[in-house]
């Protein structure tokens, strides 16, 4: 169990870091929700996890654009025994093309954050005497596609960025890896379906398999909840060895 142990995740009122807070919850941690929003909606959130959980959630409002919000955030939060970094957003457009403060966000948000994250969550790591990190990258942290130049570019980073805390944590109880998924079906991915249906004039459930899925083989959309559970495999005692890594969650995608 998670029990006394503190989670912080990245990005986590919506989609994969929502789902992952979840499972973190269940297992007994207490978590730490982010986002730049501080709605009444994401206060809510922590409140229905805590109650339904009998853990102690909290939502903390952070830009991940912004490394001094970074930072605050994680020493905000006190305690930080797993970091998950989950903030990420997209933009579509070719490189020519692509605009400069979109290439910036991108970059910050989705790569600088974690740079940020860690470094604050570093310390408190050593002081516990154990900690986790676990980047959410993606199967574009391993393969490229055309017109994501930011995005790719981005995981690609936070891969690399892993590579090097696990190296300088290797000698004590701390792992640093990433995880690969695939498509999930978040409100990221969703908002993409109606307009790629139109675009292509095909029904929705073809623009899914033809389309969105068409770099996946399974057919099939990765769960927040699959993703939640590998985190929790990442913070378990059988994963101890693992650090400085990538596990995919892509239904084969990046077997060829
Ligand atoms: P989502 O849009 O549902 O969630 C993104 C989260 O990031 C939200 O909670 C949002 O509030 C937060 N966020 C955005 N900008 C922020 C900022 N400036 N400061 C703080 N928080 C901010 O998307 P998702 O699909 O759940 O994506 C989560 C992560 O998973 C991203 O890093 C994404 O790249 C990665 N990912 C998603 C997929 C997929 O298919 N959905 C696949 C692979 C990787």
Redesign the pocket.
């Known amino acids: 169990s998670l029990n006394g142990k503190t989670a912080v995740i990245?990005?986590?009122?919506?989609?994969?870091?929502?789902g992952v807070a979840w499972e973190l919850a269940r297992a007994g941690a207490d978590v730490v929700l982010?986002?730049?929003?501080d709605r009444d909606e994401d206060h809510a959130l922590a409140e229905e996890i805590a109650k339904a959980t009998g853990t102690s959630a909290r939502y903390i409002k952070?830009?991940?654009?912004k490394g001094d919000e970074c930072r605050a955030l994680v020493e905000k939060a006190g305690a930080c025994d797993i970091l998950v970094n989950?903030?990420?957003?997209?933009h579509v457009a070719a490189i020519d093309e692509f605009p400069v403060e979109k290439w910036d966000a991108i970059i910050a948000?989705?790569m600088s954050s974690a740079f940020h994250t860690t470094a604050a969550a570093l310390p408190l790591m050593r002081k516990a005497g154990w900690g986790r990190v676990v980047n959410?990258?993606?199967?574009?942290g391993l393969r490229a596609s055309p017109f994501k130049s930011a995005?790719v570019t981005a995981?690609h980073g936070v891969v690399g960025m892993t590579k090097v805390v696990a190296l300088e944590t290797a000698r004590e109880p701390i792992t640093a890896n990433a995880i690969?998924?695939?498509?999930?079906?978040?409100?990221?991915?969703e908002a993409q379906i109606p307009n790629t249906a139109k675009e292509y004039n095909i029904p929705e459930a073809e623009a899914i398999e033809k389309v969105i899925l068409a770099k996946q083989p399974s057919k099939e959309f990765?769960t927040?909840e699959q993703l939640g559970g590998m985190v929790l495999f990442l913070c378990s005692e059988a994963a101890a060895q693992i650090t400085g890594t990538t596990l995919s969650a892509d239904g084969g995608w990046t077997a060829s």
């Open positions: 990245t990005g986590s009122n919506s989609g994969i870091g929502l982010n986002s730049f929003t952070a830009d991940m654009s989950n903030a990420g957003i997209q948000i989705n959410i990258a993606s199967a574009h995005y995981k690969c998924p695939g498509y999930v079906l978040t409100p990221l991915v990765v927040v």
